[in-house]
């Protein structure tokens, strides 16, 4: 699908349809109803009252040409009310219209912004590109029988004044966040019996050779050597061995370093303490983290911001076998804290216990880690919502200001000593569960606290909940989403001081 900016009189434009964006409670809606009625001779108005139309977000309503716009379709998409998510209401809504698209197997559309004053149309332009190619993608390569039919070509009709050059770079950078989005999304869909943690460190070697990243892939016997006993142990129980995985992006011009490490389960039965049926569907999807780090690769590789990035998984497969690791062993991680086992299904912990330790020591000015860690994390926010810990609350709160920008919804999870009581062990110095399951999302970041420096400001993102849906939302069909890939990417972004070249 491509993706052009116009700024067309729509008079005499052939083209298969046209959509028309409308807020619910615009009060310049009389102005903007007159600006339809003169595009497209008259009527609308009447329409509108008619039909009792109230422009609620992602509603339809067809009108007719009367041969003045060249088009079989013309439609006006309700944006709603909610101004302040103006962003995210794009995305959604051009997500909306090109599956309307597809549904009427259109091949050319325009989508016109003119009829609204948009106060930031890089936003507007960029929004509405990611909305689109998010909106457009499924994952269908293993239906025999695949719905074929791809739009070509989407115009966003924006108005004469607009610097169209500037905008083209906001539409070029929309493409590669949704793009890299709709890459993760790719990988964690693919279950585990075709993304291993072999294959898995493929990928990221081929993704390192294209966009020219370094990259160190470390085996059984050097994870070992390294002294990662959590991980080593969470892996033991599976025929797919471990591989370390360790991506680095270095710019001539970099203005700091960050880690991002991301959980990179390829399947979580949940070990010896076995996962029963519902409860196992779906942790192909708990490799997201390490997916989400893939895809925000993807994206600076192309975007190439002035910082160093570091991109870390540990990836395993938990399984239980005679030589799965087992409730009650005593484990000993690379920063020599050690662990006791209460169950082999937090094992997501263990493994970034060794991710973050190694991450530590690379001295970042920052580390961020993303991981599908508790199932409690999805109980205290709902399914649509990331938790989001740390021990640094301006670098949190820098996150979560990105992410009201991206509209990938995070919130923050408060620590406190009495939960940090919790995860005493008996025999070791810290248990990897919580005395009771309250909190255990929190408890599951206290944990992961003991093995960052705390000199380095760490954000913890819980992504159990957004990462994957069993039906979607908004922009986000079945399956795998693809959060926090844009949120992450775009921080990235911000703090390299991207945006000052192109004078944000
Ligand atoms: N991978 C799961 C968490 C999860 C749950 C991800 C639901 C996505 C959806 C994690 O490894 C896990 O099993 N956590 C346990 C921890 C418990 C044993 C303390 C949980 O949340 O039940
Ligand atoms: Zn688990
Ligand atoms: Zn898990």
Request: charged fraction near 30%.
């Amino acid at each position: 699908m491509e993706i052009n900016l116009t700024t067309k009189k729509l008079d005499n434009v052939k083209t298969d349809a046209v959509f028309f964006l409308m807020f619910e409670d615009n009060k310049k809606l009389e102005g903007e109803l007159e600006k339809i009625d003169k595009a497209l001779n008259g009527g609308v108005s009447d329409l509108i009252k008619l039909q009792k139309y109230k422009a609620e977000e992602g509603k339809f309503l067809i009108v007719p040409t009367l041969g003045k716009i060249k088009a079989n379709y013309v439609a006006i998409v309700g944006l709603g009310k909610e101004k302040k998510f103006e962003n995210d209401i794009l995305r959604r809504v051009a997500s909306y219209i090109i599956r309307k698209a597809k549904e009427l197997k259109l091949s050319d559309i325009i989508i016109d912004t003119n009829l609204q004053q948009f106060e930031n149309y890089d936003e507007v332009v960029q929004a509405i590109t990611e909305g689109l190619i998010l909106g457009d993608y499924s994952f269908d390569k293993y239906f025999s029988k695949k719905d074929e039919h791809k739009v070509k070509e989407v115009q966003i009709n924006i108005p004469k004044n607009q610097d169209k050059d500037r905008l083209n770079e906001f539409v070029r950078i929309g493409k590669i966040l949704a793009e890299a989005q709709n890459f993760t999304r790719d990988l964690v869909n693919e279950p585990a019996n075709v993304i291993n943690t072999i294959q898995f460190a493929e990928i990221a070697e081929k993704l390192a050779k294209e966009y020219g990243f370094e990259i160190k892939i470390y085996d059984e016997e050097e994870i070992e050597k390294m002294g990662m006993g959590a991980y080593l142990a969470v892996a033991k129980g599976s025929d797919n061995p471990p591989r370390f995985i360790h991506l680095t992006y270095r710019p001539k011009n970099s203005q700091g370093e960050i880690a991002i490490v991301g959980k990179g389960l390829m399947f979580d039965s949940g070990g010896l303490n076995i996962k029963t049926g519902d409860f196992m569907r779906w942790m192909k999807t708990d490799k997201s983290g390490a997916c989400a780090v893939l895809g925000i690769f993807k994206a600076i590789g192309e975007l190439k911001p002035d910082i160093t990035v570091h991109g870390i998984v540990a990836a395993a497969e938990n399984m239980p076998s005679g030589k799965a690791y087992r409730p009650d062993d005593i484990l000993r991680a690379k920063n020599g804290v050690t662990i006791e086992v209460g169950n082999t299904d937090a094992e997501g912990r263990l493994t970034l216990a060794d991710a973050l330790s190694y991450a530590s020591e690379l001295k970042p000015d920052a580390i961020i880690d993303m991981a599908t860690l508790t199932g409690a994390c999805v109980v205290a926010l709902g399914e649509f919502t990331a938790g989001v810990m740390g021990n640094n609350q301006k670098f949190i709160n820098e996150i979560l200001k990105t992410s009201e920008e991206t509209g990938e919804w995070m919130w923050q999870l408060p620590f406190n000593n009495k939960l940090r009581e919790q995860i005493k062990a008996p025999h070791a110095d810290v248990y990897n569960v919580g005395t009771t399951r309250y909190g255990g999302a929190i408890t599951a970041g206290l944990f992961l606290e003991k093995f960052v420096d705390p000199k380095i400001p760490w954000v913890h993102i819980d992504i159990a909940g957004p990462s994957h849906h069993t039906s979607g939302w908004y922009y986000h069909p079945k399956g795998a989403t693809g959060i926090p890939v844009r949120t992450i990417t775009w921080y990235l972004l911000k703090r390299s001081k991207f945006f000052d070249k192109i004078g944000k």
